[in-house]
């Protein structure tokens, strides 16, 4: 079993930051890629922001040089820095992590979602 806990999430002005947190635990050999996706009220998920194991990364062009994503691989933890947060940012995040498991191989995971509302 893997658990991921996510946290960080909140209400913030338009044009503050925050900082998301989704820690990974269990049964696990090595973790793969992990990412963030978000949803907003009516709309599809959609990809935020992913990074792999040896740190490349990849953005949405909606947030490309407003957010950061990073990993700690010793802790098992993948982080979102948002910045200059607009009220088009608001929606539920969820982290999503591909975690190899022995015997089982990869799978992939999400987190239980945290609420970011950005007020204008």
């Known amino acids: 079993q893997v658990q991921l806990v996510e946290s960080g999430g909140g209400l913030v002005q338009d044009g503050g930051s925050l900082r998301l947190s989704c820690a990974a635990s269990g049964s696990i050999f090595s973790i793969r890629s992990m990412g963030w996706y978000r949803q907003a009220t009516g709309k599809q998920r959609e990809l935020v922001a992913a990074?792999?194991?040896?740190?490349?990364?990849n953005y949405a062009d909606s947030v490309k040089d407003r957010f950061t994503i990073s990993r700690d691989n010793a802790k098992n933890t993948v982080y979102l820095q948002m910045d200059s947060l607009k009220p088009e940012d608001t929606a539920v995040y969820y982290c999503?992590?591909?975690?190899?498991?022995?015997?089982?191989?990869?799978?992939?995971?999400w987190g239980q979602g945290t609420q970011v509302t950005v007020s204008s």
């Open positions: 999503n992590v591909g975690v190899v498991t022995i015997p089982h191989g990869i799978s992939n995971y």
């Open positions: 990074i792999t194991r040896g740190g490349l990364t």
